[in-house]
């Protein structure tokens, strides 16, 4: 008998019947361990949101025993429900063999004024952001944590969040179906920051929730089939690299089959198998206008990534020439952090020098705004050492929107701790043309066929990392055992931190220099896949 929770509502088709069909395979699967400490921090979260909100208030609450085994939380909550607990903590509703469905929501709030219950879930990711005071066409429901009164929020903004609203749509349909859902067709979320509960209107959402339900249910009942296409899951899905029952992996099936997923992932791969092009050679094959609902990006680039893929090309250079800015004094810039705690190392290369500035402290801790502050005060000396010796400055990053969040947190957290700067002062130095992000420079002026990350594209400059799982996920487990989470600090891991570290600031630096020196040389144009053009540079079939 197949069962479906929400989680299942958002994410690939074919991942959902693969994992029906081989349970036993998955059930081997060591869980990665990036995977596992978000799924931690998540229960971390709903701890403390649990403890908070039933100290408030003790005698409203009934709180379900997480060590109950599945039947008897599911009674206990209908137990509760029938006998009109204020607020619920840890329902499990009961399965529904006919439809399915399975689910629980961590808080059930009794709608005093309306009869049953809203369902509202706790999230380990922002719901909302903080709205600056300026004009808006719409502003979003919330509610206070401890009394239940929804009203328009001119403070925040909504991030959208399509897996919080299918889940909640999942928990209203499973309380309808004991006429215990609140006609005021809500929901609730409670996110990362727990400061107010973000209000969502299910009345639209119901419709699209019952048709994907509808879908995923017979998915993994076998009625429907499925086949892969390549999307961002893919990198952290165990069934991109292992087959089942003699088939290959998802990747083997989609080189073989040379699905245009390869090089047009996600819903671009969508449109394109509307206009009837199923493989990479299809694309590259391309004549005439674009499709007419085609919205992602310059169609001719997109042509151009299939007939390199087919060539071996791993960049095309959009322009005759190459670019980047460059300084008399120049320094890398790569941070380490860790979920939303913090970050823990600032690395810095200048002159072939590395140094780095962290703490070992476990996240949060104040320590942070100590080597905050000493990577700052270091980096802005260096900056003003050149201005007065008459030198031009560049700080370099690869994709800055990790440093730029952390700059601004951390000047945020740590204001007025020695070395730490004003927020005004971040944003004049990351609004300057001083801090330059080599991603930019890489997407503003190549093609990437296989991906624009840095561990992409700094091995075509001829770099490569000493760490063969080096990556921001294994790091996480790295830096658990570094400072000791689960037992006593590794010391080896933090030398593993450290080089791993180094190896980010390296890289920029060299494919900065590949980029002002080699790449023109080395890396084909646009007009070597032009027109016509369906193998490598010059023509030929390249197959």
């Given at each position: 008998m197949a069962f479906l929770d929400a989680r299942s509502l958002i994410g690939c088709r074919h991942r959902l019947h693969l994992d029906a069909e081989h349970p036993g395979i998955i059930a081997e699967v060591r869980e990665d361990p990036g995977v596992q400490q978000r799924r931690e921090a998540a229960t971390a979260h709903r701890t403390r949101v649990r403890d908070e909100l039933?100290?408030?208030?003790?005698?409203?609450?009934?709180?379900?025993?997480?060590?109950l085994r599945a039947g008897e939380k599911a009674a206990a909550t209908m137990a509760a429900i029938e006998a009109g607990a204020p607020r619920i903590w840890g329902g499990l509703l009961p399965q529904e063999p006919d439809t399915g469905r399975r689910g629980g929501a961590e808080f059930l709030l009794r709608d005093d004024d309306r009869g049953g219950y809203i369902p509202i879930i706790v999230v380990n990711h922002k719901v909302t952001d903080p709205r600056r005071p300026d004009p808006a066409d719409f502003h979003p429901l919330t509610s206070d944590l401890f009394r239940w009164q929804p009203r328009r929020d001119k403070h925040v903004k909504l991030r959208p969040q399509p897996r919080d609203q299918q889940r909640l749509a999942h928990l209203y349909r499973m309380l309808q179906r004991h006429g215990m859902a609140s006609p005021a067709l809500?929901?609730?979320?409670?996110?990362?920051?727990f400061d107010r509960i973000l209000v969502h209107d299910l009345t639209n959402v119901l419709a699209d929730y019952d048709q994907r339900y509808a879908d995923r249910i017979a998915v993994v009942r076998g009625e429907l089939p499925t086949q892969p296409s390549k999307v961002p899951e893919c990198r952290q899905c165990p069934w991109w690299v292992r087959g089942a029952d003699g088939n290959p992996s998802c990747e083997g099936q989609l080189a073989l089959m040379r699905d245009v997923s390869l090089v047009a992932p996600g819903s671009r791969a969508e449109v394109l198998r509307v206009h009837g092009v199923q493989t990479v050679d299809e694309l590259a094959a391309w004549e005439g206008d674009e499709p007419d609902d085609w919205q992602h990006g310059p169609f001719s680039e997109t042509v151009v990534t299939a007939r390199a893929w087919i060539a071996g090309a791993p960049l095309v250079r959009r322009f005759d020439t190459v670019s980047v800015r460059r300084a008399d004094v120049e320094v890398d810039v790569d941070l380490e952090s860790y979920q939303e705690d913090g970050a823990y190392l600032w690395g810095t290369l200048l002159d072939g020098v590395y140094r780095p500035f962290v703490t070992w402290d476990p996240l949060p801790t104040e320590d942070e705004g100590r080597s905050f502050g000493e990577f700052w005060t270091w980096l802005m000396q260096v900056r003003a050492d050149a201005h007065a010796?008459?030198?031009?400055?560049?700080?370099?990053?690869?994709?800055?929107?990790?440093?730029?969040?952390?700059?601004?947190?951390?000047?945020?957290?740590?204001?007025?701790?020695?070395?730490?700067?004003?927020?005004?002062?971040?944003?004049?130095?990351?609004?300057?043309p001083e801090w330059?992000?080599?991603?930019?420079?890489?997407?503003?002026?190549?093609?990437?066929?296989?991906?624009k990350g840095l561990k992409k594209i700094a091995p075509v400059a001829g770099f490569g990392w000493r760490d063969p799982e080096a990556g921001g996920e294994a790091s996480m487990g790295w830096y658990r055992?570094?400072?000791?989470?689960?037992?006593?600090?590794?010391?080896?891991?933090?030398?593993?931190?450290?080089?791993?570290?180094?190896?980010?600031?390296?890289?920029t630096q060299v494919l900065r220099?590949?980029?002002?020196?080699?790449?023109v040389d080395e890396v084909p144009s646009l007009t070597d896949?032009?027109?016509?053009?369906?193998?490598?540079?010059?023509?030929?079939s390249g197959a």
């Open positions: 039933v100290a408030a208030a003790p005698a409203d609450w009934v709180v379900i025993d997480p060590q809500v929901g609730g979320a409670i996110g990362l920051a010796a008459g030198k031009t400055f560049a700080a370099y990053c690869y994709s800055r929107t990790a440093e730029d969040k952390w700059l601004y947190e951390s000047a945020r957290r740590f204001a007025g701790k020695p070395g730490v700067p004003t927020h005004e002062q971040v944003r004049a130095f990351v609004d300057s330059v992000d080599m991603f930019q420079a890489v997407t503003d002026q190549f093609i990437c066929p296989n991906g055992r570094a400072v000791g989470y689960d037992a006593d600090p590794d010391l080896s891991q933090r030398t593993r931190l450290f080089e791993y570290n180094e190896d980010d600031v390296r890289a220099e590949w980029m002002t020196q080699r790449a896949f032009g027109r016509g053009a369906t193998g490598g540079p010059g023509g030929g």
